[in-house]
Structure formats: C-alpha cells, structure tokens
C-alpha cells in the first residue's frame, strides 16, 4: 500500500510540472539571464523578464522592476500551445514612449539546443535588435 502511495505522488508531482502553458490565452512571464545585441554581436549577463499576457499586451521588466515598458500586442504569428516543447510565437507591438510611436516585434523560440527571445523595436532614437536567453518561464 505504502508502494502504491509513492507511485501515486510521484505521478501526481509529474503531471504538475508538465503542465501546459499557452503562448496565445495564458499570463507568462519569461526570466532571461543573457543579452545578445545582434547589431554589435557584443554578449553581456543581463537580468530582465518579460510578461505576456495572452495575446492582449505585454510587458518588458527591467533593473529589477525599477524600468518597465508596456506595450500593445498588434497581431500575433504563430499558435504555440505548450511552451515546455519546441515552437515559436511573435507578438508584434506597438507603443507610444517619451512621444515616439514605437511599433517592433517579440518573438520566443525554443529549439532543441536554446530557448530564446528576439527583441525588435522600430522609431525610437535608434532601432533595437536584441536576443535573450530564457533560462525560465512560468504561467502566473
């Protein structure tokens, strides 16, 4: 009986850490460590995290919450129902920041060998073309 316990947990416990978590309806927050400038190919470490809300805004968090960015999600490409496997979703966005009409893209990727995000903003002082690396993501 005691067998048939462990067996039941140990089940149990897997099948919370394998839930599915959907790009296009579900909150997520996606925590990067590193920093790939793909303008300068210059990498750095580089704490930030992103926030997705379904397909209805998004959020770009960073110094630990002391900057943060909102945008607009404009349309989404893709469909990725279960982010712990390989696929891919873009977000393109829009926001006005300091008076500027900012519009870009973000999109997450995993593959088999790296799970990461490219970030692209258009219309501000100078164009952004960023790659981060996701060491985590969550449903929140």
Known sequence: MKLLAIIFLTLS????????ISATSDTIR???SILKDLKTNVTI??????????????????SNGDFVTEWNILN??????DTNSLGSITFNISSEQQGAQLTGSVSFIRTSEEFYADLK???????VNLRYQISSNEKI
């Open 13 to 20: 416990l897997g099948s919370l850490h394998a839930q599915k």
């Open 76 to 81: 989404v490409v893709g469909d990725w129902s």
């Open 45 to 62: 470490q580089h704490q930030c995290s992103f926030v997705s809300y379904g397909a209805q805004r998004f959020k770009w968090i960073q």
């Open 30 to 32: 996606w925590n990067c």
């Open 121 to 127: 903003i258009l219309g501000g002082p100078s164009e």
